[in-house]
């Protein structure tokens, strides 16, 4: 009769164990970004630019003459576990306030993907300057296969 208390025991406990590890699961696969930065229509000349959901940070990567590559470093939107899904994500440009206007939830990928984008800074957005999406097409394959870029243009 131990013996069998003792099995069901050990099959509960790593039955638990399963679903707990099964809902933390492995680490996201990541997003990738290259593109060009606007701080009030402008290019910025100099800078550096992360990406955040929720507490989690990217490492910084260098805008020089308006654009950042993806070389050392890239953007990489990669966030530690899968609690991380669902959250916004946020562009934000050192020095500056507010986020780009471009944000969206960090989403379940199958495979990486890389994205280029124009991402708009404002030093002082307001609500009477609506951001908009403007455009969505195929810009260069990844290792997910053809991605899209956003092109995000203030309305006027």
Not at 90 to 106: K, N, R, T
Request: hydrophobic share 45%; proline share 8%; glycine share 10%.
């Amino acid at each position: 009769m131990t013996g069998m208390l003792l099995l069901s025991v050990l099959v509960t406990m790593l039955s638990a164990t399963s679903v707990a590890a099964q809902s933390d699961g492995p680490p996201p696969l990541p997003l990738i970004y290259q593109g060009e930065v606007f701080l009030d229509g402008e290019h910025v000349a100099v800078g550096s630019l992360t990406a955040r959901i929720g507490d989690w940070v990217s490492d910084s990567v260098p805008v020089v003459d308006g654009t950042f590559k993806c070389g050392a470093p890239c953007l990489l939107v990669a966030p530690p576990t899968a609690e991380y899904i669902g959250l916004r994500v946020m562009f934000h440009l050192e020095g500056s306030e507010f986020p780009a206007s471009f944000q969206f939830d960090f989403p379940a990928l199958d495979a990486p993907r890389s994205d280029t984008v124009q991402l708009f800074f404002e030093t002082n957005p307001s609500d009477n300057s609506p951001w908009l999406l403007v455009g969505l097409g195929a810009s260069f394959l990844t290792v997910g296969g053809g991605v899209g870029y956003f092109l995000i243009r203030r309305r006027r």
